[in-house]
Each structure stands twice: as structure tokens, then as C-alpha cells.
């Protein structure tokens, strides 16, 4: 297991991303924490140095490649990072757009290529020191989920991205780890009305995230109950048999 000294986490004002940090601070890891609103940024730095660690923030749009590349660059500058998180996500749910190609777009904006942006950004920032670059992915990305279509395309388009840079980065000293979540109970699923199968806390999926970024796996996922039947059963299935099985719970509204 890899101790991080210095960790700069995107999607953090909420959620996964807010009790990653929460978690790396606990584990004495100096964490810069990323997202839009400034205000629950704040809230968190707050917090986390009146628990002794050493925190700070910085507003940040994923979807403008300038403004990742010039937040991990400031980072980098007040002491080098080892650990960046990509962690900012959208659920349809979450974006109001005329049309569902229009959702589609800025979903993928920030789910796929503000993740790209972040790797990529991270990946030249701790080309010299070497380092670990995590993406919070999803189980969702495995197959095409009714009512979830962007989200689905959008995670499994980032997981594919992951896959190929990992055989890419062979010998390089970054590390890419694609971190898949099951449901995890955060403001992006508490609109979801329809059952969430085995459920996690957020604290413990954080905590799940960085012992699975420290031991530097290429996959993490979590829980194990949901995403091993979901890899050997759900991914396998002819495409028919999925149709008929997901058939009937596609017109219910809120999907994550
Ligand atoms: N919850 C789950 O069950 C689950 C399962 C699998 C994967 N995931 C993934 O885990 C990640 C976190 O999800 P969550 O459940 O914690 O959701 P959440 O509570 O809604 O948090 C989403 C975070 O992303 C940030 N964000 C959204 N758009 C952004 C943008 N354009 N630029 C910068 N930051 C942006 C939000 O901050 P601001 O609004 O302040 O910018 C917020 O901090 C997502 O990638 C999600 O797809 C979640």
C-alpha cells in the first residue's frame, strides 16, 4: 500500500468526491479540493483543518480544458500532487436541456471528456515524480441501462478510455485506476425512485476508492456482490435476453 502526500480531487463540494477527500485527509494526505461551488468547497476546507489536516480549494469548470490544466498546475506549484481524482460527474437527471441530444452533449461534456481533460492533465503534471490518477467510472458503464442512456454511453466510453491508456501507460510511472461504484447513497442518487441494489454509504465507498487507489489496482469495484454478477452475467448476455430483462422498467422516470 502507497501512502499519497498530496491529492487534488474534482467533484469534491459533494458526494463521492467530498468524502474522498474527507478520507484522505483522515489519512494525513494535503488534499486541494475542485468543483464549481466555491461555497461548499469552503465548507469542506473548513472542516478538514479543524481536523488537523492541511486543505485548500480551488473553483473549477471540468468541462474547460484550461481551467483543469491551470488548477492542476497550481496545485502542482505550492508542492507536487501524486494523487489526482476525477471525480465530477452529471447524471441526465441533474442537467436541464431542450432535447435529449442536447442532454446527451453536456452530460458527455463533463462525464467523459472532462475526465479525459483531468487524466490527461494529470498524467504530464506527475510525469516526472510519477503518481496515480483515479477516475470514478461506474458499474453503470458495464451495459446500456433504460433511462440512463447518456450516463451508460458516457461511463462505458470512459472506461473503454481508461483500458487503452492503461496498456499505454505500461512502464510509465503513472498509474491509472478506474474506480467503479454500484449505487452509492449521494445527492446524484436521491432522486432515483426505483429499488438501488446494495446500496452504500458514501463513507464507506470512499473508503473502498482509496485503499483501491493506494494499492494502485487497475479496477476497482465496489460492491463486490453487484459487479461480479455484473461482469460475468450482465456483460455476456445476448443483447435479446437483456432487452427482455430491462425491457419492462424502462419507462420508469429518474434513473441514475
Ligand atoms: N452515487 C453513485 O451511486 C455513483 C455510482 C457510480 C459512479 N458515480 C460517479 O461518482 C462521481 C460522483 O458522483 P456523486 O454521486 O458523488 O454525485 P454528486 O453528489 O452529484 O456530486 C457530483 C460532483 O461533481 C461536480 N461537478 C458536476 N459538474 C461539474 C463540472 N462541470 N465541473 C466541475 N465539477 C462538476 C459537482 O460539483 P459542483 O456542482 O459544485 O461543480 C459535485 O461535486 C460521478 O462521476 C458519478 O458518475 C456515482
Redesign the pocket.
Known sequence: MKPFRKALV?????????AICRELAARGVEVVAC???GD?LEDLVRELEAAGARASSLR????SHEAVRGAIASASAEGPLDLVVA????AEH?IEAPDRAARTRQLLE??LL?AVTTIEAGIEAMAGAGGTVGV?????GTRGLPGAAAYCASKAAIIAYIEARQIELSGHPVRLVDVQ????R????APNEFPMPLLMEVDVAARRTVDGLEAGRAVVSYPRRLAWPLRVVARSAPRGLWRRLLARRKDRPGR?
Open positions: 474534482t467533484g469534491a463540494s459533494s458526494g463521492l468526491g467530498r468543483a464549481r461551488r461548499k473549477l469548470d471540468v468541462t471525480g465530477a460527474g452529471v441533474s463533463v462525464n472532462g470514478l467510472s461506474s458499474l453503470a461504484p454500484g449505487f452509492v449521494t445527492p446524484m442518487t441514475r
